[in-house]
């Protein structure tokens, strides 16, 4: 069974850092674009970050960008978003996904979804 398990959520306030964590296991995901979504209570969710399967690209929302940085470990089955400044805005349930390819449409693969709640 292919799963994605987010971990490293939780509550903290304005200004503060997070590191979400996301493994993968049932399959290898070297070759799948990943990346993180993201859904406020009463919105859509949204787009965070993606990087490519070698890391040489990444991408990130304008609301996020110079705040939050997306890495990823193959070794480890595993990407990472480092989330810092943290905004009462930024508060959501976070979603990692994987895509085969250069960009994540509909996502191949999505996990469960971890919350981030961010206090003023």
């Known amino acids: 069974q292919v799963r994605l398990v987010e971990s490293g959520g939780g509550l903290v306030q304005a200004g503060d850092s997070l590191r979400l964590s996301c493994a993968g296991s049932?399959?290898?995901?070297?070759?799948?674009?990943m990346g993180w979504f993201r859904q406020a209570p009463g919105k859509e969710r949204e787009f965070v970050a993606l990087i490519m399967w070698d890391a040489e690209r990444t991408v990130y929302a304008d609301s996020v960008r110079g705040r939050f940085t997306i890495s990823r470990d193959n070794a480890k089955n595993t990407i990472y978003l480092q989330m810092n400044n943290l905004k009462t805005e930024d508060t959501a349930v976070y979603y990692c996904?994987?895509?085969?390819?250069?960009?994540?449409?509909?996502?191949?693969?999505w996990g469960q979804g971890i919350q981030v709640t961010v206090s003023s």
């Open positions: 996904a994987a895509e085969l390819g250069s960009s994540i449409d509909d996502g191949d693969y």
């Open positions: 049932g399959r290898t995901f070297s070759s799948y674009a």
